[in-house]
């Protein structure tokens, strides 16, 4: 499922236009992206739990040369999907 075939399926739900779907959908990216900014936790209980974690510095190889390079350290967003969620897949 894509951006687009997302906001069509929320509009459906809830009744809204497209527009206003879509509106809802950038404002709910936008939000759970800012509280992430600020090293805070989403948590949707059933739904699931978005967090920040940091991946410490290591080595790694470059595929085309072979050559060894090092990977810097850095924060990625990590998604636990919550019990309701986790039952249905």
Request: hydrophobic share 40%; proline share 3%.
């Amino acid at each position: 499922m894509n951006k687009t075939q997302l906001i069509d399926a929320i509009a459906e739900k809830a009744g809204l236009s497209k527009v206003d779907a879509k509106k809802a959908l950038e404002a709910f990216v936008a939000v759970v992206g800012e509280t992430l900014e600020n090293n805070e936790k989403v948590v949707l209980v059933g739904f699931g739990s978005f967090s920040i974690s940091e991946r410490s510095e290591r080595n790694g190889r470059n595929p085309q040369t072979g050559q060894g390079i090092r990977i810097p350290a850095r924060k990625v967003v990590k998604f636990k999907p919550g019990v309701d969620l986790s039952c249905k897949v």
